[in-house]
């Protein structure tokens, strides 16, 4: 059974810099063709892919948001970092990440169950 | 405004059948881009509900189905049940963008 679990501050000022971290069980990155995705979703509105980072380190950003974002993998924790600097209230979401297979065609077959971050001085 | 458009809302009587469309063009779904469908019911994380235009992952009830035609996908839900009621969403991936791209969502109220 894949599980996956977000971790992070639900409280983030203005400008200041975000690190969220996702645990998981039951799949590793060190498996070719395994992948690791973070999604947002801000209160009431759709959901927005972030960032990905394969097995073997191949990473992805959203073109809006490249300029701020992160991501790294810690395989021996079984986690991925997901950075997001200069923080904004637009940026008040829940961030979800996933599992995915390798390939542009692929879907994000397992989630976490989201954390709240609140953007607010 | 999303890549992927969806009809923000759909509703049906127990029992009936309703279809969520999901248009793109010719960079996502037009270029054979497969669509998959999750389920978001309230306070929860999305679930996948159809994966590659038109499989059900295991455990996902028959009621479910995807079909697809040119740039457009769509999610049908039969024998309408009130447990179905939540936020559906598509998602592809967007070749002019190099992004994975979801629809707007369609909130489906069961009546």
């Known amino acids: 059974q894949l599980t996956l679990k977000e971790s992070g501050p639900t409280l983030v000022k203005p400008t200041q810099t975000l690190t969220l971290t996702c645990t998981f069980s039951?799949?590793?990155?060190?498996?070719?063709?395994?992948?690791v995705a973070w999604i947002r979703q801000p209160p009431g509105k759709a959901l927005e892919w972030l960032a990905l980072?394969?097995?073997?380190?191949?990473?992805r950003y959203s073109p809006s948001l490249k300029n701020r974002l992160t991501i790294t993998k810690d395989t021996s924790r079984d986690q991925v970092v997901l950075t997001m600097t200069n923080l904004d209230p637009v940026d008040t979401a829940t961030y979800y990440c996933?599992?995915?297979?390798?390939?542009?065609?692929?879907?994000?077959?397992?989630w976490g169950h989201g954390t709240l971050v609140t953007v607010s001085s | 405004q999303s890549v992927l458009t969806q009809p923000p809302s759909v509703s049906g009587a127990p029992g009936q059948k309703v279809t969520i469309s999901c248009t793109g063009s010719?960079?996502?779904?037009?270029?054979?881009?497969?669509v998959h469908w999750y389920q978001q019911l309230p306070g929860t994380a999305p679930k996948l509900l159809i994966r590659?235009?038109?499989i059900r992952p295991s455990g996902v009830p028959d009621r479910f189905s995807g079909s697809k035609s040119g740039t457009s996908v769509s999610l049908a839900i039969s024998g309408l049940q009130a447990e179905d009621e939540a936020d559906y969403y598509c998602?592809?991936?967007?070749?002019?963008?190099?992004?994975?791209?979801f629809g707007g969502g369609t909130k489906l109220t069961v009546l």
């Open positions: 980072i394969y097995w073997n380190d191949d990473k």
């Open positions: 590659d235009n038109t």
């Open positions: 039951g799949f590793s990155l060190r498996t070719t063709g395994v992948g």
């Open positions: 998602q592809s991936y967007d070749l002019s963008l190099s992004a994975w791209v």
């Open positions: 010719s960079s996502n779904i037009g270029a054979d881009y497969y």
């Open positions: 996933a599992h995915t297979d390798y390939g542009d065609y692929t879907s994000f077959d397992f």
